[in-house]
């Protein structure tokens, strides 16, 4: 369909593509001085550039290196929502140890501080709060919790970029972690990539160091130093999870436009909140109290009085030339993770309904207010149908 209106599409200018041309010419096209620079750059639009912030290829191995350093391992839990995307759990396998599933909340999508306590056994090493859609979970709770049990606390931020929590940026809580994700959909992007960040300096020397096969000197440090450039110490058998320059260059441009994307994300999910208020939808949270929201998506629940089920919603849309997606498939439905820890949908009940109606919408800073009008009436005329 020629004038298909997709899901969601990246925002690249000619900065970004001048910048990783100057990468290319420069011949240095690994992690070097433009992905320090970016890490620099990153600490500093958190509002402090005393905080750790390091770059990986994506989010999840920024959430493994997170949960590495804290020493998850063979026997410890680790409590995260079902209601989320696979790498939050997988990442806890990796380490051997055993993620426990909790349900949410029906109106933000959100772990809540209930259902963090409730899990907690004498194993509980980490919980990993996901932060959906880019609207934060309720954190003075859970790492007040987490605190009182001697439980580490590892933010998932892949959507909460930049999202405040009572006035402060995700990623300035009193956290040990916090992990955000720059894949070509998230608000803002290096291709694939993500950022660590940490206040606490222990924590990110680990993961620098096993950030790049347990090396006690990275590349750019052995290439620029005034010591013998091939001697290095394998400290730890470390991962390959280094952000590249080429990568990094992308993202300096794109921080610097985060705030005009994040303002242009804000106006369309009021324009969505304007024309959809009186149909047969669930229409998502807006932030309270001195917080705000990412907008990373914008999901809606297709109600029982829409008349037409979450599936054929889709499939309609898709006939009208709009994209939809949906977020998530919770995890107690994936096979791995149903089968190898005996979950239910029962289990879940909130969670379990939230997916059956939720689908996510076109939002991204490209579109027009032509092109989420044209949403708008195709939302319109497929709900008339039903």
């Not at 972690?177 to 992007?189: G, H, I, P, Q, R």
């Not at 804000?266 to 969505?272: H, I, L, N, R, V």
């Not at 999901?299 to 599936?311: F, K, M, Q």
């Not at 009940?349 to 044209?374: F, G, I, N």
Request: proline share 5%; charged share 20%.
């Amino acid at each position: 369909m020629a004038n298909f209106l997709p899901f969601a599409l990246p925002e690249i200018g000619e900065e970004e593509i001048a910048e990783v041309v100057d990468s290319l010419r420069s011949g240095w096209v690994t992690t070097g001085p433009k992905a320090r620079a970016f890490e620099k750059q990153f600490s500093e639009f958190l509002g402090d550039s005393s905080l750790n912030s390091i770059s990986v290829n994506s989010a999840t191995s920024g959430l493994h290196l997170a949960l590495e350093a804290l020493g998850v391992g063979i026997g410890d839990e680790v409590v995260i929502p079902t209601y989320t995307f696979t790498a939050t759990a997988e990442v806890v396998r990796y380490l051997g140890a055993t993620p426990v599933f909790v349900d949410v909340d029906s109106q933000t999508f959100n772990m809540t501080a209930e259902s963090f306590r409730a899990a907690i056994t004498d194993k509980t090493k980490a919980v990993v709060p996901v932060h959906f859609a880019g609207l934060a979970c309720d954190m003075d709770s859970i790492i007040s919790i987490a605190r009182e049990c001697n439980i580490a606390v590892v933010e998932d931020a892949a959507h909460a970029l930049p999202t405040l929590y009572k006035g402060k940026l995700i990623g300035t809580l009193d956290s040990d972690f916090s992990v955000f994700s720059f894949y070509a959909n998230k608000t803002m992007t290096t291709g694939e990539g993500g950022m660590v960040v940490t206040a606490n300096a222990s924590l990110a020397k680990r993961c620098q160091i096993m950030r790049l096969h347990g090396i006690s000197r990275d590349a750019f440090d052995r290439y620029t130093s005034d010591k013998p450039a091939w001697f290095y110490e394998i400290v730890a058998p470390g991962f390959k999870y280094n952000m590249p320059d080429i990568a990094a260059s992308i993202g300096i441009h794109q921080l610097k436009r985060l705030p005009m994307f994040h303002a242009k994300r804000e106006d369309m999910a009021k324009f969505y909140r304007e024309t959809l208020s009186k149909l047969p939808l669930g229409l998502p949270e807006f932030a309270k109290d001195g917080s705000s929201h990412a907008w990373h998506l914008y999901p809606v629940r297709v109600l029982n009085e829409a008349g037409v089920s979450r599936d054929e919603f889709i499939i309609r849309m898709a006939e009208e030339g709009i994209g939809c997606s949906v977020h998530f498939i919770p995890l107690h439905r994936q096979p791995y993770w149903r089968d190898t820890f005996s979950l239910s949908n029962e289990m879940f009940p909130v969670a379990d309904k939230l997916y059956l109606e939720e689908v996510s919408l076109p939002l991204y800073t490209k579109m027009t207010t032509q092109d989420q009008q044209r949403v708008v009436d195709a939302i319109v005329k497929v709900l008339s149908c039903g």
